[in-house]
């Protein structure tokens, strides 16, 4: 940028261009101090500069204006003006195509070549579609262009004169001369080509089963406004809050956002906020088949086409991409997560939504419990009911969550729960859902299961047997689930008054006290596969606690669900350093569908279906042996869901 401007652009003083060189700024997004600029920090902003075309519009398509550029009377603009200035005034301003041309006459101010409006309404009047249409023909190298370059008008003659006329010497300078044109020629068509692109912005779609990652040339730009970095809370990149100006934001996710994230805005300017997460690409690899975050994209794209109820409680991935060596995921801006949310007294900003359970209100009616139940049936759905988009994979796709806890579910302004955070997670194919194992993937220590800490028997036996990671089942999330429903009730459940949040807090500083281990210092896991006896303590007396007391329905409902999330927590039958817990399997692969509770409601357990009080969890296939696991995993490169689709900017 900096060789630009000191080598290619022209100080014209007597052109009317530089009276509106302010004006032009004022148009720039972020928004310009321009009292306080300086050469310096403007280069320290062009980066990430862009254009509004709706200021644009405003500014420069007030006649005043654009009667004063057009009318220049400086030699440039003199020597290469053609047609009316009034005729093409009344084009810029009274149709869409002159709307474009408008826009490449603001560009042209920007470059310093105002006088060129004239030789490009020429050379794009019948291609004049798109301000990059027009564009194309800014090149030096063009008939009527060469002049684009500052340089003598005797060195550019010395250069289009054939060296057989020109003495020995005088063919060396030509050399040199060519030389220096040919740098500056390419210097001013990459300064073209990253201006244009500041003057049209990409504008993100919402993902979709076609595409479902877009790859975008290192010119472009993207209209992100008051981009925030914070550090990620459990997986690897950076997180970047920002928002999108509205004349910027594609209809598809305008609409999809007011239909489902209608509270992500900013208070300020009522725009909608969004989260992007980067994850930098390896030396080498291929922007349009990116390794790296493969897992985390093709899981996140997946779910976000989940349809049914499941998709309330998982995060949207609204767009995917690629962009200067990174890969980078747009999902909307949640301000609140469940490990807040349950430090408070009710939902942020709906005092209807109270985190605490009323006297006389019941478990399976609070809106908070509802949702939690909704992420059971979510994650469920995560591990075992995806649907390639494009179909073609033989088998089924399983899948992992492997950090799953309160920080990593999401809560809309509604009350939604979302699961999000993918970063841990491992996607694979099977060819029958017999087997359900996947590679581990370590989470936070807090809620890990179990399975986080094998034996080095079994670690032996695991890496004896040829595998590359041990084997782990999805009923991994189980113990995680049960974990984060743990806590919820913990403040559901509780009766003080103090302030909001002593209810967990006291929980968890009770769990790192009976710690034994430094390794277990505040999880749920005590020893090497087993529940804390303080947190056994507490599933086991809610039934018995004084609300319960007098309420049969109440107090059978709540034994059974204390009975249920205690049997999330047993290890089962092991086998590698995993185990399988059927009743648990079934919670998290048909959900839970709970109606009201009644006297007359019996637990019940068969053969092939367990029932919660109304819940009914289906059959699910018997435990699988570990020769079937070992042997009908295949490789997560079978899905090949997130390949990029590069999105073509035509920069001449």
């Known amino acids: 940028m900096e060789w630009y401007y000191r080598l290619v652009m022209g100080q014209r003083s007597d052109c009317a261009r530089n009276e509106h060189v302010e004006l032009l700024l004022s148009c720039a997004l972020p928004e310009i101090d321009l009292e306080n600029l300086s050469f310096e920090n403007l280069e320290e902003i ?10 644009i519009t405003k500014k420069f398509g007030d006649v005043l204006v654009l009667e004063r550029l057009l009318q220049c009377g400086c030699r440039d603009c003199n020597t290469l003006r053609t047609g009316d200035p009034q005729t093409i005034r009344d084009e810029m301003l009274g149709s869409p195509k002159g709307s474009i041309l408008l826009l490449a006459l603001v560009l042209l101010i920007y470059l310093d070549r105002l006088h060129y409006i004239y030789p490009l309404i020429s050379l794009g009047s019948k291609t004049n579609d798109s301000l990059q249409s027009i564009i194309r023909h800014l090149s030096p190298g063009s008939d009527g262009m060469r002049g684009l370059i500052v340089m003598k008008e005797e060195d550019l003659n010395l250069i289009g004169t054939p060296e057989k006329k020109l003495s020995a010497e ?27 692109c500041m003057f049209e912005p990409v504008i993100i779609r919402l993902l979709n089963q076609k595409d479902s990652c877009q790859w975008y040339h290192q010119h472009s730009r993207f209209p992100f406004l008051d981009a925030e970095d914070r550090v990620p809370q459990g997986s690897f990149g950076t997180v970047t809050k920002f928002r999108i100006p509205s004349e910027y934001l594609h209809e598809s996710i305008k609409g999809f956002m007011e239909s489902r994230y209608r509270g992500s805005r900013d208070e ?8 992007r997460k980067s994850l930098v690409l390896q030396k080498g690899e291929l922007p349009h088949k990116p390794t790296t975050g493969s897992n985390e994209g093709t899981i996140a794209g997946l779910a976000s086409m989940v349809n049914g109820d499941a998709a309330d409680n998982i995060i949207s991935l609204l767009s995917l991409y690629t962009w200067r060596g990174s890969l980078y995921f747009i999902f909307p801006c949640l301000k609140m997560d469940l490990y807040h949310l349950l430090r408070q007294t009710t939902l942020p900003g709906d005092q209807t939504k109270p985190t605490k359970l009323r006297s006389n209100e019941e478990l399976l009616k609070h809106w908070l419990w509802k949702q939690m139940i909704g992420v059971a049936h979510a994650l469920s759905v995560i591990h075992t009911n995806m649907k390639h988009p494009r179909g073609g994979v033989e088998g089924y796709i399983i899948a992992s969550h492997f950090d799953l806890k309160p920080a990593n579910i999401l809560v809309t302004s509604q009350g939604v729960l979302k699961v999000t955070d993918f970063g841990e997670s491992v996607i694979s194919v099977t060819k029958s859902l017999q087997n359900m194992s996947t590679s581990f993937r370590p989470g936070d220590p807090k809620y890990a299961a179990s399975e986080s800490r094998p034996s080095e028997a079994e670690l032996a036996r695991a890496y004896g047997a040829g595998e590359d990671s041990f084997q782990v089942l999805l009923n991994y999330d189980v113990w995680a689930l049960a974990c984060v429903m743990t806590e919820v009730l913990v403040v559901l459940l509780d009766t003080d008054e103090p302030p909001a949040g002593t209810a967990i807090d006291r929980f968890h500083a009770k769990l790192e006290k009976e710690s034994r281990v430094e390794e277990t210092r505040g999880a749920f896991l005590e020893g090497g596969h087993e529940l804390k006896p303080y947190a056994r303590k507490v599933l086991e007396n809610f039934p018995n606690l004084p609300r319960f007391a007098h309420d049969g329905p109440k107090k059978w409902y709540m034994q059974s669900v204390s009975n249920f999330l205690l049997s999330m927590y047993s290890p089962g039958n092991c086998y590698l350093p995993s185990s399988f817990k059927p009743k648990t399997a079934r919670l998290l692969r048909s959900g839970l569908s709970y109606e009201s509770c009644d006297k007359s409601s019996s637990r019940r357990e068969t053969k092939n279906s367990t029932k919660l009080s109304s819940g009914n969890f289906r059959t699910l296939p018997s435990s699988p042996s570990p020769s079937e696991t070992r042997s009908s995993t295949i490789s997560n490169t079978a899905l090949n869901i997130i390949p990029c689709k590069e999105v073509k900017v035509n920069l001449g």
Do not use: I
């Open 268 to 275: 300020a300017t009522g725009e909608y906020l969004f989260v």
């Open 46 to 55: 062009l980066p990430r500069l862009f254009f509004s075309k709706k200021k």
């Open 170 to 196: 005088r063919r060396a300078e030509r050399r040199e001369k060519t030389r220096q044109w040919e740098r500056l020629h390419k210097t001013f068509e990459a300064m073209r080509n990253e201006v244009s």
